[in-house]
């Protein structure tokens, strides 16, 4: 890399501080950011590293698509990172003969020597991790003095020159107030949402679980009282169990909503929830509930628990508005996503079908990016709910 004359400062303002806003999310932000400089070098991979708060990585790829590295993925990306000088940017050079790792002097774009063996082989792990492409420049970037960030930038075919680190530099410059506000915008709004859950979680443990439980404590005395031998005892037993799975429900609802994940489980399959309910509906209503689902997927705790939702709501209409005895749901995997089918039979007393739209159910639905459809037939309603698999699968 030699030195290259200094550009116009202004040609380096390609209009993401005017077609950004900070309140948009850092995602979007950087999403924007990182396509900007994949166009304008021919990039294989962009990838950029943000220590904020929350520290993240996002990827952007030959396709278009950004990725956020999670986990251990992003564990090990910020590990090579920290391998590589924090105050200069790095330039590989792969070819026939190998692969020649540099740091660079960031502001005239000169070799400033070989990096040591450590440096080389973490930035190495960089390109092989991402295939995407021999030649790799990464250049750290500051605010105040203080690591923001780091970008990784691949191609294939010509090496990087100094043009192109300048033409970075002088982007990252007007980017990162935006970065940085974005970032403190998430951080605020996270802050906020969970200290409002906690709030939410606090109301729902007194005006909920404490009547369930004056409820169960009232039932267990009563069960003490009639003893074994009352013909009513196996009943009264089945509602104290019924109270108790109730309060067990409430705790994972509110243990879930405090710590932002919905539920207070993991991933799981719905069936045997779904069961529980199916057999709570039974014994308190005495609606037959059949339940069909062989290939029932793994959801996301927070998919799991709205589908719960929409059942319990299905299942209430069809005791509420109809004389229906039986109730058949199935759940089911499509190639597009999951689709729950909740029938009922009809009786005289329905007289002949009406059209309908059950609000609530549709509203949830549309909440999940989904959509409901009613069947109708003489002796048999359906009402089918499609959910999409983004945001669904676990």
Same mark, same amino acid.
């Given at each position: 890399m030699?030195?290259?004359?200094?550009?116009?400062?202004?040609?380096?303002?390609?209009?993401?501080?005017?077609?950004?806003?900070?309140?948009?999310?850092?995602?979007?932000l950087?999403?924007?950011?990182?396509?900007?400089?994949?166009?304008?070098?021919?990039?294989?991979r962009?990838?950029?590293?943000?220590?904020?708060?929350?520290?993240?990585?996002?990827?952007?790829?030959?396709?278009?698509?950004?990725y956020?590295?999670?986990?251990?993925?992003?564990?090990?990306?910020?590990?090579?990172?920290?391998?590589?000088?924090?105050?200069?940017?790095?330039?590989?050079i792969a070819?026939a003969?190998?692969?020649?790792?540099?740091a !660079?002097d960031a $502001?005239? @774009?000169?070799? #400033?020597?070989?990096?040591?063996? =450590?440096?080389? %082989? /973490?930035?190495?792990?960089?390109?092989?991790?991402?295939?995407?492409?021999?030649?790799?420049?990464?250049?750290?970037f500051t605010?105040?003095?203080?690591?923001?960030?780091?970008l990784?930038?691949?191609?294939?075919?010509?090496?990087?020159?100094?043009?192109?680190?300048?033409?970075?530099?002088?982007?990252?410059?007007?980017?990162?107030?935006?970065?940085?506000?974005?970032?403190?915008?998430?951080?605020?709004?996270?802050?906020?949402?969970?200290?409002?859950?906690?709030?939410?979680?606090?109301?729902?443990?007194?005006?909920?679980?404490?009547?369930?439980l004056?409820?169960?404590?009232?039932?267990?005395?009563?069960?003490?009282?009639?003893?074994t031998?009352?013909?009513?005892?196996?009943?009264?037993?089945?509602?104290?169990?019924?109270?108790?799975?109730?309060?067990?429900? !409430?705790?994972? $609802?509110? @243990?879930?909503? #405090?710590?932002?994940?919905?539920? =207070?489980v993991? %991933? /799981?399959t719905?069936?045997a929830?779904?069961?529980?309910?199916?057999?709570?509906?039974?014994?308190?209503?005495?609606?037959?509930?059949?339940?069909?689902?062989?290939?029932?997927?793994?959801?996301?705790?927070?998919?799991?628990?709205?589908?719960?939702?929409?059942?319990?709501?299905?299942?209430?209409n069809?005791?509420?508005?109809?004389?229906?005895?039986?109730?058949?749901?199935?759940?089911s995997a499509?190639?597009?996503?999951?689709?729950?089918?909740?029938?009922n039979?009809?009786?005289?007393?329905?007289?002949?079908?009406?059209d309908?739209?059950?609000?609530?159910?549709?509203?949830?639905?549309?909440?999940?990016?989904?959509?409901?459809?009613?069947c109708q037939?003489?002796?048999?309603?359906?009402?089918?709910?499609?959910?999409?698999?983004?945001?669904?699968?676990?």
């Amino acid at each position: 890399m030699v030195p290259p004359k200094m550009p116009p400062r202004t040609a380096a303002q390609p209009g993401l501080t005017t077609t950004v806003d900070p309140r948009q999310g850092l995602r979007r932000l950087t999403a924007s950011l990182l396509a900007q400089l994949h166009n304008r070098l021919d990039l294989g991979r962009a990838t950029i590293s943000l220590q904020g708060p929350q520290p993240r990585v996002f990827r952007h790829a030959v396709d278009g698509a950004l990725y956020e590295l999670e986990g251990a993925e992003a564990l090990r990306w910020n590990a090579w990172l920290s391998a590589l000088p924090h105050d200069a940017p790095c330039l590989r050079i792969a070819s026939a003969d190998g692969a020649r790792c540099y740091a !660079l002097d960031a $502001l005239s @774009g000169a070799r #400033r020597g070989s990096l040591d063996k =450590a440096a080389s %082989d /973490a930035l190495g792990q960089l390109c092989a991790s991402q295939s995407a492409g021999p030649q790799a420049l990464t250049i750290p970037f500051t605010s105040y003095g203080q690591p923001l960030g780091c970008l990784c930038l691949q191609r294939c075919g010509r090496p990087f020159h100094a043009d192109d680190l300048f033409w970075v530099y002088s982007v990252i410059r007007h980017s990162i107030p935006l970065l940085e506000r974005s970032d403190l915008l998430e951080q605020l709004q996270r802050e906020s949402a969970a200290h409002e859950r906690e709030r939410i979680g606090r109301d729902l443990h007194d005006s909920a679980i404490q009547p369930y439980l004056g409820l169960k404590y009232g039932l267990e005395a009563l069960a003490r009282q009639a003893g074994t031998e009352h013909p009513l005892s196996p009943q009264i037993a089945e509602l104290v169990q019924m109270t108790i799975d109730e309060l067990a429900t !409430l705790r994972d $609802l509110i @243990g879930g909503l #405090r710590s932002g994940s919905g539920s =207070a489980v993991g %991933d /799981a399959t719905p069936l045997a929830a779904l069961e529980r309910q199916a057999k709570r509906f039974e014994a308190l209503y005495g609606l037959k509930v059949s339940i069909r689902a062989p290939d029932a997927p793994r959801l996301r705790a927070a998919a799991a628990q709205s589908l719960l939702h929409m059942v319990n709501e299905a299942l209430t209409n069809v005791r509420r508005h109809t004389g229906a005895s039986m109730v058949r749901l199935q759940l089911s995997a499509t190639e597009d996503g999951l689709l729950l089918s909740v029938g009922n039979d009809r009786s005289q007393a329905d007289g002949v079908p009406q059209d309908f739209v059950p609000r609530s159910l549709s509203q949830r639905a549309a909440a999940m990016g989904g959509s409901l459809r009613l069947c109708q037939r003489r002796d048999w309603t359906e009402v089918l709910i499609s959910l999409p698999l983004l945001g669904t699968l676990g």
